[in-house]
């Protein structure tokens, strides 16, 4: 049988990281939770990724966390999630969750901390820590608020209800739906997109979209010094794609 394990790969700028854990229908155990901080960091620093892809293996993104492999006491299963979902949402480049099939509980967490999310249709989103008496962690309850709204997430949140693509598009919980087939071209196609822009602009885009108040003069000395927005102009006036090099990652 397959190990459940993170599966992660780099071409043309674009990291794939895969959630493979198939017999579980890609729920994170224990040790996948553990380990994806640690998967991240290295992408995070290598130049030649401009941006992250997370999706899961076969028909499935994720069904939350394999309960069966936590042998850890409750917060400390919790723990595991938040800093791995925490190590998502920090990452310095734009990130994207390629959706099929069932994204619950942990899963939607994972997905949550993305950027963005493309979903197929017949896609399941679900948080459902109130079937298990769970309290959702507070970090994770203000990224579903910032998504969806106070209404939605309390929908979502006291009910454990699943839903389905349409109302995950509707509520902002999904970016972009498609049709089944069409997911994989439709999310190459826009990381495509994504790595042709600028890095400078994305980087400090994140930071700001984020709640930072406190980096103006900061973005503002990378601008003047990136040489990107000549480029940009230059581009335009000659009717040529860009050639962006700014390639710094943000800072602390």
Do not use: H
């Not at 992660?8 to 890609?26: C, E, F, L, W, Y």
């Not at 224990?30 to 028909?59: S, Y």
């Not at 999310?187 to 709640?211: C, D």
């Amino acid at each position: 049988m397959e190990q459940p394990q993170l599966e992660q790969s780099v071409a043309d700028g674009v990291a794939t990281v895969v959630i493979s854990n198939p017999a579980k229908r890609n729920a994170m155990t224990a040790a996948m939770w553990r380990a994806l901080p640690g998967l991240l960091a290295p992408l995070a620093a290598d130049p030649a990724v401009r941006v992250l892809v997370l999706t899961g293996a076969g028909p499935t993104f994720c069904a939350g966390a394999d309960i069966s492999s936590l042998s850890e006491p409750g917060d400390e299963q919790q723990s595991l999630a938040v800093r791995a979902e925490e190590a998502l949402a920090a990452f310095p480049k734009p990130t994207l969750a390629a959706v099929r099939g069932y994204c619950v509980g942990g899963g939607s967490q994972l997905a949550a901390a993305c950027d963005l999310r493309f979903a197929e249709e017949g896609a399941l989103f679900g948080i459902t820590p109130a079937k298990l008496g769970i309290v959702y962690p507070s970090s994770s309850t203000r990224r579903l608020v910032s998504l969806v709204g106070p209404s939605a997430a309390k929908y979502l949140l006291f009910s454990a209800e699943l839903v389905d693509a349409d109302r995950a598009l509707r509520t902002g919980l999904v970016d972009e739906v498609l049709p089944t087939g069409e997911l994989g071209k439709r999310v190459a196609e826009f990381a495509r997109t994504l790595v042709s822009r600028s890095q400078l602009t994305q980087a400090a885009a994140k930071e700001f979209t984020a709640g930072r108040t406190d980096r103006d003069a900061y973005w503002a000395e990378q601008a003047r010094g990136s040489g990107d927005t000549a480029e940009g102009i230059a581009a335009f006036l000659e009717r040529r794609a860009p050639r962006f090099t700014y390639g710094g990652a943000g800072g602390a």
